[in-house]
């Protein structure tokens, strides 16, 4: 009966949008997906006005309507845990010289930044200081607790390397800026003692002397959320598992006035992780093997959704034949890496062979290991794995300009299938 509220709920709250229904993959379901979880009901899909929640519960919900059981006969399709997480609670606000900056657009709040707001007269960091000991003694000899420091991205690793006397002065400034190129931004389990402004140097006035400012966050030392899993029993090998990752989670938002879509990162890889359990759950498609399908949280904050799973599996890890995780996938023009590739020679070979023979894609490249998504705690726990991510076609990452409308999809039907094919290889 929940199932079917919460189904009911979805298709008021979000109009013209619908969960997948059971048919054959089609572009316009993938849209929907898409559009959903990117919706600003879901703001984000992060650790303010339930996000996350409503994510879980839109998934779960999908999981139900396709007919896939919850894994080990359990009632329950949630795995749950706590993080730490640091919170922008209200939109940020940053005014320069009387010129008013636009939050989200214009500048964020760090992750971990703490509340802060008042007025701070506009120091400039002297970049003498990296070569001259004369300057650098002039610069740290001022009063930085009233003063707004501002600094570049690229100064960062050079601030961190000064004398550590001169570092703890830094950290007196009242508020920092940091100016950057482009705004990129993250999700932190911790917060910091200096508040932190990022803002796009192209906006910054170059002669800027007072800036106003106000930051309001919360830390959550324990904000409870969870992993989505499901489960299409195999009909030969059951006690064999194939498995579908990707994370759910995006980066949220910084109070009502803005919040980060995660179109390509990762609603692409979500929308192929429920076509995949659709395409499973049908009849004539039942596997050899049990196909699990695992929706994390937390990623962003550091794989910490996966990390949970491989310390509490709801199976021994060793019946894990394989494990491919979805992360990146709305493009695809320059074709798709494959992580862990030379790691597992003879599984991106067939890959490689099953690609050139149906045409799919342009190429698929392969790299070594890297710590950069789902994948990585299971393959350091000996589970054979690959993260899969598309190439081309987009460049917003991490910001507020990761929307749906500018997502190409450009292979997402061809990814499907060499998905389809490679794991019908494996069994």
């Avoid at 009966?1 to 189904?7: D, E, V």
């Avoid at 080990?72 to 010129?99: C, E, I, M, W």
């Avoid at 030379?342 to 790299?367: A, C, D, G, M, W």
């Avoid at 950069?372 to 917003?396: I, K, M």
């Amino acid at each position: 009966m929940k199932q079917l509220i919460l189904s009911f709920l979805f298709s008021i709250i979000l109009p013209g949008l619908s969960l997948p229904v059971a048919h054959a993959q089609d572009m316009q379901r993938v849209r929907q997906v898409i559009d959903t979880l990117t919706s600003s009901y879901m703001h984000g899909r992060g650790y303010i006005f339930e996000g996350d929640t409503k994510a879980t519960d839109y998934i779960q919900s999908t999981f139900h309507t396709t007919g896939l059981k919850p894994v080990n006969n359990s009632n329950s399709y949630h795995q749950n845990f706590a993080l730490p997480v640091n919170r922008v609670v209200s939109t940020p606000y940053l005014k320069v010289d009387g010129t008013k900056l636009a939050p989200g657009l214009n500048f964020v709040a760090q992750a971990g930044s703490p509340s802060a707001q008042g007025t701070a007269k506009v120091l400039q960091l002297d970049t003498l200081i990296f070569s001259d000991n004369i300057a650098a003694s002039k610069f740290f000899s001022q009063d930085f607790s009233r003063k707004a420091l501002v600094y570049r991205q690229q100064d960062v690793e050079r601030l961190s390397q000064l004398p550590e006397p001169y570092q703890l002065l830094l950290q007196k400034a009242k508020v920092q800026v940091m100016l950057q190129q482009g705004l990129l931004t993250t999700v932190a389990r911790q917060q910091n003692d200096v508040p932190v402004l990022e803002v796009l140097e192209d906006v910054w006035p170059s002669k800027a002397k007072k800036i106003t400012y106000n930051i309001q966050a919360d830390f959550a030392p324990a904000y409870k959320t969870q992993n989505i899993i499901a489960v299409a029993k195999g009909n030969v090998v059951p006690d064999s598992f194939i498995v579908f990752s990707a994370h759910y989670d995006h980066l949220g938002g910084q109070g009502k006035g803005v919040y980060f879509p995660g179109a390509n990162d990762n609603a692409s890889g979500t929308a192929m992780l429920l076509e995949l359990a659709e395409y499973y759950s049908q009849p004539e498609h039942q596997p050899k093997y049990s196909i699990v399908f695992m929706a994390f949280a937390a990623e962003e904050a550091g794989l910490v959704g996966s990390s949970y799973y491989v310390q509490h599996p709801l199976f021994p890890l060793s019946q894990i034949k394989f494990l491919i995780n979805l992360d990146l996938l709305g493009t695809g023009d320059k074709g798709m890496m494959v992580v862990n590739g030379t790691v597992y020679p003879e599984q991106f070979n067939l890959l490689r062979q099953l690609n050139e023979k149906h045409q799919y894609l342009p190429q698929i490249r392969s790299r070594g290991k890297a710590a950069n998504s789902d994948h990585y705690p299971f393959s350091e726990r000996g589970v054979p794995a690959f993260f899969f991510y598309t190439l081309g076609g987009t460049a917003a990452y991490h910001n507020i300009l990761d929307r749906p409308e500018q997502l190409p999809l450009t292979k997402f039907p061809e990814v499907f299938k060499l998905i389809i094919d490679f794991a019908d290889e494996l069994q």
